[in-house]
């Protein structure tokens, strides 16, 4: 159940054991819980039609969710796909579902005619690396129609083989696929700005440095193939005890750095119309939180204002963190057809919708405030 406090931001009650717990949102939005019980729900995918694809990694499902009606609530669900190893990693493209399973690429053809005998999914490729539990992966795909796929590494930190610790691009009609980025360590969150098409991507910490180090990352890929510091520098300045960097290796350095451990599993340029224009085309992304640390941090989606390809400013609109009590783990975050946002959370299994509730002047609408670590 969820009721409204009409404040400087609106939050949210959710009942939890004994005592009720809060979602912080940002004035003038509003949350909606679109679907629950879903296991561990990971990334998710748009489908031509809306349907809402999610992924998990231990379930071993990947779930269909419809809302027929159209009113803000999932009424159908379809199982496209189970006992799959960690199907966490999905894409929709031109009518087609794809799914990253250990070393393969299967695709579900004309998926959405096709949800209630979905049908085994199709080997389209076949030449990625094993999996392993902290390789974790994200499928998108590119402008240039090419299916990208992040491979994290399978370690804390170490000097993992190629092509762990990359992004690729793959052809999918050819087979052929190209480096983009290499050095990063864990991956879960891409995508291109809708400005200049130009490719994002959040990733992760090393664990055991102490509670503020290393910071998070946001990254730009400015030159296909460069290398992102792992695991020689992490984020701007912090070297690597256990391993020196080779002398002639070049390394682009983040575009922005984040708390440590907040965990910014997705990330996401949100393409919609509901919310103001000042969340237009700006970047969107999910914090999972932390887990090592003395006191939590992230557990929230928070909004990355860029201007000339830089990160300037960090803003929370939701945040699902009740002092020490975790709410919710948001994973990834889309633009619904409707302009507002699906956010999944991988603690309880929910999917839930954020929309813009408000009509207010720009000019007198206060900033949302800026969370500090």
């Not at 990971?42 to 990694?57: I, N, R, Y």
């Not at 493209?93 to 690429?105: F, H, K, Q, S």
């Not at 889309?334 to 999917?351: F, R, W």
Request: charged share 25%; aromatic share 10%.
């Amino acid at each position: 159940m969820f009721w409204a406090c009409i404040s400087g931001l609106f939050s949210f009650s959710v009942q939890a054991a004994s005592q009720p717990k809060m979602i912080t949102v940002s004035k003038g939005f509003g949350l909606t819980l679109y679907a629950s019980d879903l296991g561990d729900a990971k990334q998710m995918a748009l489908g031509d039609k809306g349907t809402l694809f999610v992924g998990s990694h231990r379930k071993g499902t990947i779930l269909a969710l419809v809302d027929s009606n159209q009113d803000g609530r999932v009424d159908k669900r379809y199982v496209v796909a189970k006992g799959l190893d960690n199907p966490e990693a999905i894409a929709f493209y031109n009518g087609d579902l794809y799914a990253a399973v250990d070393e393969r690429i299967i695709r579900f053809k004309d998926i959405e005619n096709r949800l209630r005998r979905p049908g085994r999914g199709k080997e389209v490729y076949d030449r990625l690396p094993g999996k392993t539990n902290k390789s974790h992966r994200a499928l998108n795909f590119g402008p240039d129609g090419r299916l990208y796929v992040s491979i994290g590494a399978p370690c804390n930190v170490c000097e993992a083989e190629d092509p762990f610790g990359s992004i690729i691009a793959i052809d999918i009609e050819t087979g052929s696929s190209e480096q983009i980025a290499s050095g990063i360590r864990n991956v879960t969150g891409f995508d291109w700005s809708p400005q200049d098409q130009s490719l994002w991507f959040a990733d992760l910490g090393r664990d055991w440095m102490g509670d503020r180090l290393p910071p998070d990352e946001i990254n730009r890929v400015e030159t296909v193939g460069g290398h992102y510091g792992f695991p020689y520098l992490h984020a701007k300045s912090v070297l690597e005890p256990a391993y020196e960097k080779p002398k002639n290796l070049k390394i682009t350095l983040p575009n922005y750095e984040l708390p440590a451990h907040v965990a910014p599993m997705g990330l996401h340029f949100y393409r919609g119309e509901q919310f103001p224009p000042r969340y237009h085309n700006q970047m969107f992304v999910a914090e999972n939180g932390s887990w090592n640390r003395s006191s939590k941090i992230g557990y929230q989606v928070v909004m990355l204002e860029i201007e000339n390809n830089k990160v300037i400013k960090r803003s929370p609109v939701v945040s699902f963190l009740d002092g020490e009590f975790p709410v919710a783990r948001p994973y990834s975050v889309l633009t619904a057809p409707d302009g507002a946002m699906y956010i999944s959370d991988d603690l309880k299994g929910n999917i839930y919708r954020l929309y813009y509730k408000e009509t207010i002047n720009e000019k007198s609408e206060p900033e949302p405030e800026q969370d500090n670590e």
